[in-house]
């Protein structure tokens, strides 16, 4: 092959990925898919309770063991609530309105002796 000159062409140059380079995309990949994968019932779980919450505090029930029975019934039905029972509630009134609040941990372990801690507070609407 003749090269012109001020230019350089060779005729095996390559381009692509390296395998350093797929191993380190790969454990990324992985770490982050693992987080999600762990991080993703602890979610669930708040939403679940937001919801409960939200739906007792519509009912109107107006007195604090009414509301926490009403959590606990529900509680039987929802089988993936744990965090949270009828006791640990704070039950108050704004405005002539029922407002139900409740904050949990959660602690996750990821990989030991690696945890994530997740603080979930709320209150319904």
Request: net charge positive; aromatic share 8%.
């Amino acid at each position: 092959m003749t090269l012109k000159s001020g230019s350089r062409s060779w005729p095996n140059s390559q381009s692509g990925v390296t395998l350093i380079g797929l191993l380190f995309w790969a454990v990324l990949l992985g770490s982050t898919a693992l987080v999600l994968m762990k991080v993703f019932p602890a979610v669930n779980e708040y939403r679940t309770i937001q919801t409960m919450v939200n739906k007792i505090a519509q009912t109107g029930a107006s007195s604090v063991p009414e509301v926490r029975a009403a959590f606990e019934r529900a509680r039987q039905v929802e089988y993936g609530v744990t965090s949270v029972a009828g006791r640990d509630l704070e039950v108050t009134k704004e405005d002539d309105k029922l407002v139900i609040k409740f904050a949990y941990d959660k602690e996750i372990p990821l990989v030991e002796p690696v945890y994530l801690l997740i603080k979930f507070e709320g209150h319904s609407k």
